[in-house]
């Protein structure tokens, strides 16, 4: 059988729908995605399978350049994702991206904007970057998802796959369970918890279909851990509620859920 595989680097400023078009590609949420800029912390590798094709993604957090500039050279496609309002030509100047390189850029949120401004963009974008493949796209609707991934196996070079064909992610269960606890602690406590709070699943195990998860939230400090908590615990009840039942419909399999919180000084 004739196979195709190849990486793709997605890049782009922070909060312009990076880890959400990983997760429309990919089918599960398995980057963290909130309204809140610089959530992402780490490269989140997403594998789509088909049938004949592999395609590798990396998601590469925010502005940091020396990471951005070493994903470029190792990819075979770059997918530059941007929206309305955006300064491409100064992040371009800052990434340098080789332009024998196939290069998309994708503008994404399409679903907010009138047609008559969508096409006065898209026209400057394709006489900014004639190079560059252009594609207008709504990762939360998943609005032309399906052709930039035609695009995507038209373009990757024919090579067996680098990774098993069920792993959808590099990223481990426990790593995977730390992220929705820490999306949800973002979601659910607005500006009230700093973004650095972090998260160890000290515990994860399977029997007989059914998970059994043991996970530490760490503050740096008693009033944050007040807040997490709640007024007779029950914002902490249905921070455990909402991440368990995440937890369940990522993995496929009933799950239960302990959270503890502690204090410690966080070291980054």
Not at 84 to 104: D, P, Q, S, V, Y
Not at 190 to 216: A, G, H, W
Request: no cysteine; charged share 25%.
């Amino acid at each position: 059988m004739i196979h195709k595989s190849g990486f793709v680097k997605i890049i782009g400023y922070p909060n312009v729908g990076k880890s959400t078009l990983i997760n429309a590609i990919i089918g599960k949420n398995i980057s963290i995605v909130t309204y809140k800029a610089n959530t992402t912390r780490n490269n989140i590798m997403g594998i789509l399978n088909l049938y004949n094709s592999q395609i590798i993604f990396y998601d590469t957090p925010g502005l940091l350049l020396k990471k951005i500039k070493k994903s470029i050279t190792e990819a075979d496609i770059v997918i530059y994702i941007t929206e309305i309002g955006k300064n491409n030509e100064l992040f371009f100047k800052k990434i340098n991206i080789n332009k024998f390189k196939f290069t998309i850029i994708l503008l994404n949120k399409i679903d907010k904007y009138k047609n008559s401004i969508l096409k006065k963009e898209i026209f400057n974008l394709k006489s900014n970057y004639p190079d560059f493949y252009i594609l207008e796209i709504s990762a939360l609707l998943k609005f032309n998802i399906n052709k930039l991934i035609n695009i995507l196996i038209n373009k990757i070079p024919y090579h067996p796959p680098y990774y098993p064909k069920d792993l959808i992610t590099d990223r481990s269960e426990r790593f995977i369970v730390n992220e929705i606890i820490r999306k949800n602690i973002l979601l659910l406590y607005n500006k009230e918890i700093p973004y650095y709070v972090n998260i160890t699943t000290e515990f994860f195990k399977e029997e007989d279909n059914f998970l059994n998860i043991r996970s530490l939230i760490f503050v740096e400090r008693f009033s944050h851990k007040k807040i997490i908590m709640g007024s007779n615990n029950i914002s902490f009840n249905k921070l455990i509620k909402k991440s368990q039942i995440e937890i369940t419909s990522f993995f496929e399999k009933k799950s239960n859920l302990l959270l503890l919180i502690k204090i410690k000084k966080i070291i980054f």
